[in-house]
C-alpha cells in the first residue's frame, strides 16, 4: 500500500482551507497514493466561537462542507482519505469532538474516531492550552479495515500515551494514524522521539501528518510529518511549507520484522 501525509499551514478562512486540503490530497493520488492523511485541524484553526459554528454532524444525512470535501476528494480520485481532526457536534454545543474521519473511496465514512486525550497543557515558552475548555473528550478505542489491512486512529496528544497504541496493536492494527497540530517546543524535542518509539514497540507503520508554520492567534506548529515504519526508521518526511510526503507500506517486511523480533509475543503483562 502507498500512503501519503499531507502537511498543511491552515488558517481561519475554512473554503481557502479546504481547497489546500482537495489540492493536496489530488497531488498525492496523482503520485500514487492510495490513503492520503490529513492532520488534525485541516479545515479550520481559528476562533473557537467559529469552530463551534463549524461542527457538523457526521450521520451523513446533512453533510456539512468539511465532510464533503473529504468525500468528493476520495470519490474523484479513487483514495482513501483520513481526515485528521474536525469539529464534530457533540451534545455539548460549546464543546464539540475533534474527530478524525477515514473516507473509503466511494466517499462513505468507514470509522470516526473522536480524540481521548486532550491537550491541557503549559508548554516550555509559557503558553497555554486548554482543549478540555472547548471541546468533549472521545470515549472509544478506534480501529478500521482498509483495503485488508487494520489501521489504527489516533490525534496528536494521544501519541504520549502508549497504552492506547498498545491496545490498537492488540486490536489488530499494522499502520497507526497520528494526525497532529504539535506545537514548536514540545515537536523540536519529542516529535520523532515520540512517533519513533510507538512504532517500535508496537511495530506499526506510523503516518503522522501535521500542521506547520504560524496560525491565527499566535499558534506556531512544528510540520515534519512524517512516515515511520515497524523498525522505527522515517521512510518519508515533509519539509518546510506544505506538501506531502509518500511511501510504500510493506506488509511483508512487517512480518518480517514481527518474526525476527517477537515482542509482542514476549509481553508479560
Partial sequence: ??????????????????????????????????????????????????????AERLDGAFP???LSALSDSARKHGVWVLGGGMPEKSDDVARPYNTALLVDPRGEIAATYRKLHLFDVTVPDGT??????????????????????RIGMTI????????????LSDEGARVVA?????????GKDHWHTLLRARA??????????AQYGKHPRGRQTYGKS???????????????GE???????????????????????????
Fill in 178 to 186: 497520528v494526525p497532529s497540530s504539535f506545537t514548536v517546543p514540545t
Fill in 156 to 167: 496528536c496528544y494521544d501519541v504520549r500515551f502508549p497504552e492506547l497504541f498498545r491496545r
Fill in 64 to 66: 456539512g462542507p468539511i
Fill in 1 to 54: 500500500m502507498r500512503a501519503a501525509v499531507v502537511q498543511l499551514n491552515t488558517q481561519d478562512d475554512l473554503a481557502a482551507n479546504l481547497e489546500r486540503a482537495r489540492h493536496w490530497i489530488a497531488h498525492a493520488a496523482g503520485a500514487g497514493a492510495q490513503l492520503v492523511a490529513l492532520p488534525e485541524n485541516f479545515a479550520f484553526m481559528g476562533e473557537d466561537a467559529r469552530r463551534r459554528e463549524l
Fill in 243 to 269: 506538501g506531502f510526503a509518500a511511501a510504500d507500506l510493506d506488509f511483508a517486511y512487517q512480518d518480517r520484522v514481527r518474526t525476527a523480533l517477537p515482542t509482542l509475543l514476549h509481553r508479560k503483562f
Fill in 200 to 209: 517500535i514497540e508496537n511495530q506499526v507503520y506510523l503516518l503522522a501528518p
Fill in 128 to 149: 497555554s492550552y486548554r482543549e478540555s475548555a472547548t471541546t468533549t473528550a472521545g470515549a472509544d478505542v478506534v480501529t478500521a479495515e482498509l483495503s485488508g489491512v
Fill in 226 to 240: 512524517l512516515i515511520a515504519d515497524p523498525w522505527g526508521d522515517v521512510i518519508a518526511q515533509c519539509s518546510e
